[in-house]
C-alpha cells in the first residue's frame, strides 16, 4: 500500500496590487533590519556633531536616490516622478527640520530623533481618510528608511544581483527597490506590507507584474526556494502548492495571458457595441506622466485630469505659468484627443499644505472643491486663465467638481468669462469658447440635472462621491464599507434621472467615477446611453472588450428591471442572469 505524502499546501490572502498570476520559486530579499534603533542621550557639546551627522546621512541618501534615478530602465521612465518626490521628501520639514530640532533641543541620537519624527508625521497620515493619501505614509517610510540605514551603516537591498526566474519575497519594497527589478528576472513580487494605492503597486502594474502586497507574514511564512503560486488579480499567494493545484492555476495563468495580450493587441479599435453604437473610453489622471499610459492602453483621450496633485505637497500655490506648462504638455501629448481638466478639488480629504487647516468638523460636507474656489476667486482664476490658455493648443473641456446647483454655475461661468478677457487684454494666446462641464457627486445635483444641463455643455457622474453623498457612507471608511454599493436602487436612479436631464437637452452625459471601471456595471451604463466613461488606464482594455460584446439596444430592456428593484443584489442578478457568460470571460472574474 503506498502511503499518501501529505499536502503542506498554504493559502495567504492580502491585498490584489497588480493583476496576474505567477509561479516559481520564492527569492527572500533580506535587508539588513534597520527598525531596532536605540535611544542615547548626547553631551552638549557634541551636539552640533551629531546635527552635522544627520545632514551628511539625509546628502548621502539624497546621492543614492540620484544615482538610481540615473539608472531607472526605459520602461520606468514614466515613473521617476515618484522618487523625484521622494528626494523632496528627504528635506521636508516636518522630517528633516523637526529631527535636527529635537536633536538639538532633546539632546538625542539622530537615529533616535529621525524615528520620532517620522512616528509623528505616520501618525497624521493615519488619521487622513483618504486611502490614496492615507497611502502615501509609505513614501515616507522608505524615505526615512534611506536615511537610516546611512547612519547605521546598513546596506540597501541589490535587487540586480539576482540571476534567475524568481518571484521576490519581501518585509517591504521601496519603489526605489522596486524599480530596479528586471521583468526577466523577476516574474511577480510579494510583500508584508503596502496597500492597493502605494507607489509601490503602482510600478508593479506599470511593469505588468503580478503582486500580492500586505500579506503580514509572507516573510516568515515563506522559505528560500519554496514553491509559490502568486495570483495578483484575487490577491492570493499559495505555498508549497499540491499537483492538482498546480495544474488548475498553470491553466488559468495560460488563459489569463492570452486574454490579456487578445485584448491588449485590439485596445486601439474603438468600443463599438454589436448594434454598432459607439462609446468613448476615456482615462483618469493625476499626473502628466499618466497620458501615455491612456495612450498605450487605447484611451480615446483623458476623462477626468485631477488637477489637485499638483498643489498638494507644497507651500505655496502654483503660479499660471507651471500650471499652463503642465496643461499645454498634456494637451499637446492627448491631441486629438479631448482632455477633460478638472478644476480644483481640494480640502474635503485633500487638504493643502500652503493653507492653514480649516478644522471643519465635517469635512466632506464642507469648504470643499467648487465652494473653495469660489470664494477664493484669485486662486480660482490663475488656474481658469491657465487652462484657457492651454486650451488654444489641443482639444480642451473644463470640469466643475462638486457642484450642488444652477448659481454655483453662473459664478463659475463669470469667473470663466472674466479670466478669458484678462488673457485677451493681455495678448495672451488663449481659447475661451471651451465645452462647460458639471460633475454630478452630490444628490442635489443628480435632482437638478435637467436644469444644470441646460446650462452647461456636459455633465460627467462622479460616482465615488455620489455613492457616498447619496448613501451617507464615508467613502474612506473600512467600518461602513459593506454599505458602498454603486448598484444601490437609490444611486442607479440618480443615475439615470442624470442620464435623462442630459440627453433631453441634447447635451452629452459622462461618467468618471470608478463604477465605469467594473465589468458589471457595464450593460447598465450601456444601456442608459452614456457617451463616454473614463477610468485608470489599465481598465481600458477590458472594458473596451466588453462594449464591443454586447447589444446596447438589447441591455435597454433590462432597464425597466433594474430601475424597479429594491435592493443592489437584486440588480446584480438581474445582470448576471443575462450576462454572466460574457462578464466571466473578463479579466476580474
Ligand atoms: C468621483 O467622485 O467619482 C470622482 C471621479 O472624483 P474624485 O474621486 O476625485 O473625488
Ligand atoms: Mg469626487
Redesign the pocket.
Known amino acids: 500500500m503506498t502511503k499518501a505524502t501529505e499536502s503542506t499546501e498554504t493559502t495567504l490572502n492580502g491585498i490584489n496590487a497588480s493583476p496576474g498570476i505567477c509561479i516559481g520559486k520564492a527569492y527572500l530579499v533580506d535587508p539588513e533590519s534597520v527598525s531596532v534603533v536605540k535611544k542615547y542621550t548626547i553631551e552638549p557639546k557634541l551636539v552640533k556633531k551629531e546635527i552635522r551627522r544627520f545632514k551628511t546621512a539625509v546628502t548621502s541618501a539624497r546621492k543614492e536616490l540620484k544615482a538610481i534615478i540615473a539608472k531607472i530602465p526605459e520602461e520606468l521612465r514614466d515613473q521617476t516622478y515618484i522618487l523625484e518626490a521622494h528626494l523632496l521628501l528627504h528635506k521636508d520639514k516636518m522630517l528633516y527640520e523637526k529631527s535636527i530640532r529635537l536633536i538639538d533641543e532633546e539632546r538625542i541620537n539622530a537615529e533616535w530623533a529621525l524615528k520620532t519624527s517620522i512616528g509623528s508625521v505616520k501618525e497624521r497620515f493615519d488619521r487622513i481618510p483618504d486611502p490614496y493619501l492615507k497611502s502615501r505614509a509609505a513614501d515616507i517610510e522608505h524615505v526615512s528608511e534611506r536615511i537610516m540605514r546611512q547612519l547605521t551603516g546598513a546596506t540597501d537591498v541589490d535587487l540586480t544581483v539576482i540571476d534567475k526566474r524568481v518571484i521576490l519575497v519581501a518585509h517591504n519594497l521601496s519603489p526605489a527597490e522596486t524599480s530596479q527589478i528586471q521583468v526577466n528576472r523577476v516574474m511577480g513580487f510579494v510583500t508584508d506590507r503596502g496597500g492597493k494605492a502605494s507607489h509601490t503597486s503602482i510600478i508593479a502594474r506599470t511593469l505588468e507584474i503580478p503582486a500580492v502586497l500586505g500579506l503580514g507574514n509572507a516573510t516568515t511564512m515563506i522559505q528560500n526556494d519554496d514553491l509559490i503560486i502568486v495570483d495578483g488579480s484575487e490577491g492570493i499567494v499559495i505555498v508549497n502548492p499540491d499537483e492538482k493545484t498546480l495544474i488548475r492555476y498553470e491553466e488559468l495563468n495560460r488563459r489569463y495571458e492570452s486574454y490579456k495580450a487578445d485584448i491588449l493587441r485590439i485596445s486601439e479599435a474603438p468600443a463599438v457595441s454589436t448594434d454598432g453604437r459607439h462609446f468613448k473610453i476615456m482615462g ?1 489622471i493625476e499626473l502628466p506622466e499618466e497620458v501615455v499610459g491612456v495612450r498605450d492602453h487605447g484611451g480615446d483621450g483623458i476623462g ?1 485630469f ?1 488637477t ?1 496633485f499638483l498643489y498638494l505637497s507644497r507651500n505655496n500655490f502654483p503660479e499660471e505659468t507651471e500650471l499652463f506648462n503642465q496643461y499645454r504638455e498634456i494637451v499637446e501629448l492627448m491631441a486629438p484627443g479631448p482632455v477633460t481638466i ?1 478644476t480644483l ?1 481640494i480640502n ?3 487638504e493643502i499644505s500652503s493653507l492653514p487647516a480649516l478644522q471643519e468638523a465635517n469635512p466632506a460636507l464642507g469648504l470643499r472643491a467648487i465652494r473653495f474656489c469660489l470664494k477664493k476667486p484669485k486662486i480660482f482664476k490663475t488656474q481658469i486663465r491657465a487652462i484657457l490658455r492651454a486650451a488654444a493648443f489641443g482639444n480642451v473641456r473644463l470640469l466643475l ?1 462638486m457642484i450642488s446647483g444652477c448659481e454655483e454655475i453662473q459664478q463659475s461661468k463669470r469667473i470663466i468669462e472674466q479670466a478669458a478677457a484678462s488673457l485677451e487684454k493681455d495678448g495672451l494666446p488663449h481659447k475661451a469658447d471651451i465645452e462647460i462641464g458639471a ?1 454630478i ?1 452630490i444628490p442635489s445635483a443628480a435632482i437638478m440635472a435637467d436644469e444644470l444641463a441646460k446650462i452647461v455643455d456636459f455633465l ?9 453623498y447619496a448613501l451617507a457612507i464615508d ?1 474612506g471608511n473600512r467600518f461602513v464599507a459593506y454599505l458602498y454599493n454603486p448598484l444601490h436602487p437609490a444611486v442607479i436612479r440618480m443615475i439615470a434621472q442624470t442620464v435623462d436631464g442630459a440627453k433631453k437637452n441634447g447635451k452629452k452625459i459622462f461618467m ?4 465605469a471601471a467594473d465589468p458589471i456595471n457595464i450593460p447598465f451604463l450601456m444601456a442608459l446611453g452614456i457617451d463616454e466613461l ?1 477610468m485608470s488606464p489599465q481598465s481600458i482594455p477590458e472594458v473596451k472588450n466588453l462594449i464591443r460584446k454586447i447589444d446596447s439596444r438589447e441591455a435597454e430592456k433590462l432597464l425597466p428591471g433594474i430601475l424597479s428593484a429594491t435592493s443592489a443584489s437584486e440588480i446584480q442578478n438581474l445582470i448576471i442572469e443575462r450576462y454572466g457568460d460574457i462578464l466571466k470571460e473578463s479579466l476580474s472574474d
Open positions: 483618469n477626468l485631477r489637485e478638472r478639488d474635503g480629504d485633500k467638481p460633475m457627486e460627467s457622474i462622479g460616482t465615488n462621491d455620489l455613492v457616498q467613502r468618471c467615477g470608478e463604477m473614463s
